[in-house]
């Protein structure tokens, strides 16, 4: 079962409907996610929000969103979620242009998040902000806009995407499947007492 955190965005019931032909999932709002038992989950998606995370203070949001750190199950951040996914590894946030249109978006690495999904790929931004590349990230994508528009951790199953895929047509539906995929293939690593 999928984790979707509801942080406000008017896309989650395309998000939801694209997790749904894959795998069950439940939503829940993200000022409910730290009360949440996360051991029955295979995985969480963090949706994007109507917040500006450079304009405000984050505390309250890498609060909620700490949990990220222990957690061994896979995560995939959208927009706001990708933003706070980088901040809780460091990354800084900034503010920029308006961007709320289709961009072609330039893959550079290979990763199980973007299986089957050509090397440049359109894709839905609706967005003004964007983040550094975290330490122990790496860079997966970019575009004319947004420098950071793709990342994946170096070590744990951790991926964000600036654009929006629940709204980006087949590829965008295609990269929310490849993450699915993640979460039924991730066997958490044992421990060495074992």
């Known amino acids: 079962m999928i984790l979707i955190v509801n942080c406000g965005s008017n896309k989650v019931p395309y998000l939801e409907d694209i997790v749904n032909d894959h795998m069950d999932f439940t939503t829940v709002s993200m000022y409910d996610v730290a009360k949440t038992d996360l051991s029955s989950y295979k995985g969480v998606i963090i949706s994007g929000a109507p917040i500006l995370i450079s304009q405000v203070n984050p505390d309250p949001y890498l609060e909620a969103f700490s949990f990220i750190k222990e957690i061994e199950i896979p995560v995939l951040g959208i927009c706001f979620g990708h933003q706070i996914l980088g901040m809780v590894f460091d990354a800084f946030p900034a503010l920029e242009k308006e961007d709320r249109d289709w961009q072609t978006i330039s893959f550079y690495e290979d990763s199980p998040l973007l299986t089957s999904i050509p090397k440049e790929v359109l894709m839905m931004e609706d967005h003004t902000e964007n983040i550094s590349i975290p330490p122990g990230f790496m860079l997966l994508g970019g575009s004319d806009q947004c ?9 744990r199953p951790l991926y964000g995407v ?33």
Request: charged share 25%; glycine share 4%; hydrophobic share 35%.
């Open 162 to 194: 600036q654009f929006h895929p629940e709204v980006s047509g087949n590829m965008g539906a295609r990269l929310i499947e490849n993450f699915v995929n993640i979460c039924r293939n991730h066997a958490p690593a044992k421990d060495e007492e074992e």
């Open 147 to 155: 420098v950071n528009e793709a990342m994946q951790h170096r070590q």
